[in-house]
T-cell receptor, first 113, second 116 residues
Framework: AQSVAQPEDQVNVAEGNPLTVKCTYSVSGNPYLFWYVQYPNRGLQFLLKYITGDNLVKGSYGFEAEFNKSQTSFHLKKPSALVSDSALYFCAVRLTGTYKYIFGTGTRLKVLA | DADVTQTPRNRITKTGKRIMLECSQTKGHDRMYWYRQDPGLGLRLIYYSFDVKDINKGEISDGYSVSRQAQAKFSLSLESAIPNQTALYFC???????????????FGPGTRLTVL
């Protein structure tokens, strides 16, 4: 079955430290990869996406993600975390040749002051 | 995203009642989607529509129906609500750029539905 895994339900990091939120996928073909963020009482907001090309993708609010084809991973990163980054983060893939998206279960990021 | 609105934001209803959730968008997008979010399960696609005359079932469409009244409006109905339909429901839109283009989805603020 095609799936997206976010192995950590929650990630805690101190403000100013680098953060990583992990995502791996198991799908056929070469999917498009996305990261979305959800703040309390809000809908999901687009952060970044990987289509092709450079494995390091830069997105909104200083976030970036690294695509690794051999490990089928697309980890979200930020060099220096802010308290305001605390939110729920979703990884998603869009399957090649379809309009179907598969979302991960989400990782709650908590940045401690 | 203020360009995608959902009404109501919260709803409590009883088993067996018919419920309609509404979504409107001012982004001018052709594609609209309905998802439900459950803790620990992420988002799952209920229905999607590429234009007024094109409606498709997602992975969990049983117990739901939809109506695309106009390009800007996409409603989700629960014909006879049951407790396991208690969830957070999101509407989303995206621009139609072809099947081989990674279109970004824009989400509404969500509707929290509780079925007693």
């Amino acid at each position: 079955a095609q799936s997206v895994a976010q192995p950590e339900d929650q990630v805690n990091v101190a403000e100013g430290n680098p953060l990583t939120v992990k995502c791996t996928y198991s799908v056929s073909g070469n999917p498009y990869l996305f990261w979305y963020v959800q703040y309390p009482n809000r809908g999901l907001q687009f952060l970044l996406k990987y289509i092709t090309g450079d494995n390091l993708v830069k997105g909104s609010y200083g976030f970036e993600a690294e695509f690794n084809k051999s490990q089928t991973s697309f980890h979200l990163k930020k060099p220096s975390a802010l308290v305001s980054d605390s939110a729920l983060y979703f990884c998603a893939v869009r399957l090649t040749g379809t309009y179907k998206y598969i979302f991960g279960t989400g990782t709650r990021l908590k940045v401690l002051a | 995203d203020a360009d995608v609105t959902q009404t109501p934001r919260n709803r409590i209803t009883k088993t067996g009642k018919r419920i309609m959730l509404e979504c409107s968008q001012t982004k001018g997008h052709d594609r609209m989607y309905w998802y439900r979010q459950d803790p620990g399960l992420g988002l799952r696609l209920i229905y999607y529509s590429f234009d007024v005359k094109d409606i498709n079932k997602g992975e969990i469409s049983d117990g739901y129906s939809v109506s695309r009244q106009a390009q800007a409006k996409f409603s989700l109905s629960l014909e006879s609500a049951i407790p396991n339909q208690t969830a957070l429901y999101f509407c989303a839109t995206s621009d139609s750029q072809g099947i081989n283009v990674a279109d970004t989805q824009y989400f509404g603020p969500g509707t929290r539905l509780t079925v007693l």
